[in-house]
């Protein structure tokens, strides 16, 4: 399909989804929460390594960046950073407010663009405890999120539907390079967390729609 607003560029993403502590349990159920005195290390590796193409927003792109990020049945407001990928070729996440933040991947198009603008959070934080996207689970086909820009103008979006996956098997392409329409997918870990591959099993990923 040819694109009016993107140059399509081949790019390699050794996909990190998040880097989180204790990311999970079986299935993706509640985790319970740990004393305050449990420590667990937050060491980040979970590459998926694929090869897909997405649209890049051109130079005269005229949709400011994301700066908010608001999904109200969960009660997030979140601050939007601009992340790419990292050194050893993961995509980076928040730095700016790992916890409580949320990165946006710069490399692909601006939410309220056509293509399929990505986000990911964090689970949970070091103990276990919730980060921003601890509720995302509980997102139900149909609901809102909204995404604010710098120019201050508010982007509604609708949950199309929501899916599990494990690192393997994500559907990379659809997720970064879904193009005819105006998409934003919402990614986060899953599943049991597995100490020896410092990973968890799953990766959770909700797709949007632009109302």
């Known amino acids: 399909m040819r694109l009016s607003k993107f140059l399509m560029v081949s790019v390699v993403l050794f996909l990190m989804v998040v880097m989180l502590s204790a990311c999970g349990s079986q299935?993706?159920?509640?985790?319970?929460?740990?004393s305050p005195t449990v420590t667990q290390k937050?060491?980040?590796?979970m590459a998926i390594s694929p090869t897909?193409?997405?649209?890049?927003?051109?130079s005269a792109s005229t949709v400011a960046l994301p700066v908010r990020l608001l999904i109200p049945r969960i009660?997030?407001?979140?601050?939007?950073?601009?992340v790419g990928i990292t050194a050893n070729g993961d995509l980076a996440t928040p730095k700016q407010n790992p916890w409580d933040g949320v990165g946006w991947y710069s490399n692909g198009p601006r939410p309220g663009e056509e293509?399929?603008?990505?986000?990911?959070?964090?689970?949970?934080r070091p103990g276990g405890y919730p980060a921003i996207f601890w509720n995302l689970r509980?997102?139900?086909?149909?609901?809102?999120?909204?995404?604010?820009?710098?120019?201050?103008?508010?982007?509604?979006f609708r949950v199309l539907s929501i899916a599990s996956y494990s690192p393997q098997a994500a559907p990379v392409q659809s997720i970064f390079?879904?193009?005819?329409?105006i998409?934003?997918?919402?990614?986060?870990?899953?599943?049991t967390w597995i100490p020896s591959e410092h990973q968890t099993t799953q990766r959770l990923v909700v797709y949007t729609v632009m109302d």
Request: net charge negative; with cysteine; proline share 9%.
């Open 52 to 58: 897909v193409t997405v649209p890049t927003p051109t």
């Open 115 to 124: 293509g399929s603008s990505v986000i990911n959070g964090h689970l949970d």
């Open 138 to 156: 509980y997102l139900q086909v149909g609901d809102s999120i909204m995404v604010v820009n710098a120019q201050g103008k508010t982007m509604h």
């Open 27 to 34: 299935s993706g159920a509640l985790l319970p929460k740990p």
């Open 177 to 181: 390079g879904t193009t005819g329409g």
């Open 42 to 45: 937050h060491v980040p590796t």
């Open 183 to 191: 998409y934003l997918n919402l990614i986060t870990c899953a599943g």
């Open 75 to 82: 009660g997030v407001n979140a601050p939007i950073e601009n």
